[in-house]
């Protein structure tokens, strides 16, 4: 016979040093000062989330709780940093004993103490994923995989499918059903490098960035006096933006509180942007189910927009069914109504977007604090071409730049070449996309290459190449005339390229004599796409949809142009101008442009959300399913929530076809614009100044 004896925490009496009821506001203060157990603390957009959780530490540690006995788990070194620094400041004491990181820094730390019980050596290595990409490809390579002509997916979108199986507690084969189908055929070889892997990470005392959650989450459910351990000394633990949390994330949590029960999990469901990515909304939807008795918080005080902003964002949001209602309450004073915008096209939508910021920044405003933001990379194309005619100094910070991403230089590559054969960079860059050739084998094929070219220069008149006819062609090694040099001169090299590539060269030849034929440089980038890139693609790359998605709409880009010169001009003054953006020039000196994805978290007094259509945004994929459409929701929802003081939303009636005029199609608003009464929104107008 047992029996449970509580052994109470020895307190004096509590003198705290901060005057909580001062210092927060009546929602903040619930939150801070909840008794122990079960709390959902649901922070809308600008409600002081940080504050809150940090003044929650603050608090525990006044009330007697060790600083060791609290587990703070964040989602960035960054933040954890942050609020550790302030709490530190609250209390005017340095907080070593206090557990608070990243999950992955606290699996690690975790990890490495109990190394051995799991079958490792206490001086693992971790993996990054350079290094996880070699060692998947060794494993490729054991198991005897032919992937010569297969299209079997690259290293890279293995480690990304491996990735997103252990972060989801799905299996391989389940992921490759449901997002990465076009390699259904290769199911059984997927599954069976994956467990390759795990072994060979085994023997090699190594794990990577994944299995600090999977490994850890094993150690306590397979280690009962670890796992009793751990929740016995986290008495309180504390999360940060819960609604980012993925499966494996949530049962860590679920495991280490189950003793105790003191989670505090504090985040926004209607911020819940990351499904994509393997974030799981289940997580902070159904917390009240898995703690039965929770108490929740909702902290609605928004200390950043005007009534105006936050009358649309909670219109926005309102719609999407799963959710906890919460509505967004003002503190700041009455300012401008949002303005809804419908342009001609997106030509019309970039010039209205470049005056208004040149009259904001007249009133006052610093240009560093107005943003563009937009659903995905390629909706901001027309724009920069607007900014950087009219010398407006803007910042990308939607990841990789646009141009500067390796589809997009691997596209723009065929038709560099075939407009400019001596382009060097162009050469290799395309021939390094063939199997079995890297950058030995291509520096011996532009040498090849450049000779021939060499003699088609001499054989016409000055530096021009000289136009196909029987007068000055030259027998390729077939006997037939040549009616692409180009093409002829990339044929000469067959030889030269090795069995592996010589399928593919094959193609790549009759791909440039195509690109050589057509002069819209649109069409030369559906040529580049059809004829083999789209398979490069999936092999390659894990994001493989938005990257063909990318390209195609490159593609509707291009058709303003006529020829392919003047496109190829023009890409190379936009990534000039971005590339001077690099030099350290203040940040209040240039707009932002931005996806909303990498715009959470962010604020800025004017904010602009653009390409507003149906099928951009929400973007039609998304909309095939209602859990996708309400997270475009979300998404449109964190867009509104950036802007401070002026917000303008805007859409294109008309966009542009792929590649010719006739398909130029009517555009219909996004249906997010149709959920907003009239009431809240001021129409703007344009017309053509005189």
Sequence with gaps: MSREYVLQNFKTEFHPQIDYARELNPQQLAAVTAPPGAALVIAGAGSGKTRTLTYRVAYLLEQGIPPERILLLTFTNKAAAEMMRRVADLLGTQLLALWGGTFHSIGARILRAHAETL???RDFTILDRDDSKDL???????AGIQTKGTHFPKPEVLNEI???????QTPAAAVLETQFSYFHQFTEKISDVARRYAER???GNAMDFDDLLALWLKLLRDNAEVREMYQRRFQFILVDEYQDTNKLQGELIDLLAARHHNVTVVGDDAQSIYAW??????NILDFPKRYPGAKMFRIEANYRSTPEILNVANAAISANRNQFEKTLTPVRKSGMKPALVACMDAAQQSAFIAQRVMELHEEGVSLGQIAV???????ALELQLELTRRQIPFSITSGIRFFEQAHIKDATAYLKLAANPRDEVA???AVQLHPGIAAKGAEKLWKIFSSEIEQFQRAGTGDKI???SPANAKKNHSGRLMKNPVATALETCAPHTGKKAAVAWAQFVATVAQLEEEKSPAKMLRIVIDAGYDDYLKENFANYRTRLEDLEQLAVFAYQFNTTGEFLTQLALLTNVEAEDDNPKSEDERIRLSTIHQAKGLEFDAVFVIMLCDGLFPSARSAETDEGLEEERRLFYVAITRARNELYLSYPMIRGGFGNAASDSMQNPSRFLGEIPGNLLNQWNLRPGY
Aim: proline share 3%; charged share 25%; with cysteine.
């Design 162 to 168: 491996f990735s997103l199986a252990e972060n989801t």
């Design 119 to 121: 079958g490792y050596r």
């Design 466 to 468: 000289p136009a196909a």
């Design 427 to 429: 050469f290799k860059r």
């Design 136 to 142: 998947i490809k060794a494993c490729v390579a054991d």
């Design 201 to 203: 990470k085994r023997a």
């Design 277 to 282: 990515r393997g974030a799981n909304f289940l």
């Design 373 to 379: 933001l937009y659903r995905s990379h390629f909706h």
